[in-house]
């Protein structure tokens, strides 16, 4: 069974503070999806990683894939409230990204 | 609507009985999936359609679950003789094309029972 631990499991820091979360696994992944989900709503895609080593940035996020292609990272700055919300890893194997396997999420929180 | 729409939002019911969720994906959208995620949990991979057929059912838990998709659009999950560990937020998405694209997600049932 292939298990993805996400850390840490909360998060709460004031606006403008950098930080990262970090999601790591004993097992390989074809790719890596990062996803934040707010209260009552359903994960929104924020990146797909693919090649081992990759980074990618979407404006104040960073995201990065470990060379193995075992564990990921999520490095936001300058956080701002509105960053607030759980964001999840999930891991597609065996050549398709359907059968996604989830980690539990990072609850962040940024007050301002 | 522009993106997958789940009914009912919230739905209660009670030990024993049976339900059914309903999934309206984005239209033209091929594949069609169904996670449940658990309180505190991650989501958790069900089922996938590719148009009418059920690609890959090997997520759903029991014989109790069901889910079908007659015309390769709207898909309904049905749960036979409900038990309280049912109770999560059953979340359905659907991609353009393969497996490989973006797959979008609805705004999930939660399912309660008691």
């Known amino acids: 069974t292939q298990l993805l631990e996400q850390s840490p499991q909360f998060l709460s820091i004031q606006e403008g503070e950098n930080l990262t979360v970090y999601c790591n696994s004993s097992s390989v992944f074809s790719s890596l999806q990062w996803y934040r989900q707010e209260p009552g709503e359903g994960p929104v895609l924020l990146v797909t990683v693919v090649t081992g080593g990759e980074v990618k940035k979407l404006k104040r996020l960073t995201f990065q894939f470990g060379d193995a292609r075992k564990d990921s990272s999520l490095h936001i700055t300058a956080a701002q409230p509105g960053d607030t919300g759980l964001y999840l890893c999930?891991?597609?194997?065996?050549?398709?990204?359907?059968?996604?396997?989830f980690g539990k999420g990072t609850l962040l929180t940024v007050n301002p | 609507g522009a993106g997958v729409s789940q009914t009912p939002s919230n739905k209660v019911t009670e030990k024993g009985k049976y339900v059914e969720l309903r999934c309206d994906p984005i239209?033209?959208?091929?594949?069609l999936y169904w996670y449940r995620q658990s309180l505190g949990q991650g989501p958790e991979f069900l089922i996938y359609f590719q148009g009418t057929g059920a690609a890959d059912d090997s997520g759903l838990p029991n014989d109790r679950f069901f889910a079908v998709r007659p015309e390769g659009s709207v898909s309904t999950l049905k749960i036979q003789r409900t038990e309280r560990g049912d109770s999560a937020v059953y979340l359905c998405a659907s991609s353009s094309m393969g497996h490989d694209t973006e797959a979008f997600f609805g705004q999930g049932t939660r399912l309660t029972v008691v």
């Open positions: 999930a891991g597609g194997s065996g050549g398709s990204n359907y059968k996604l396997t």
């Open positions: 239209s033209g959208h091929t594949a």
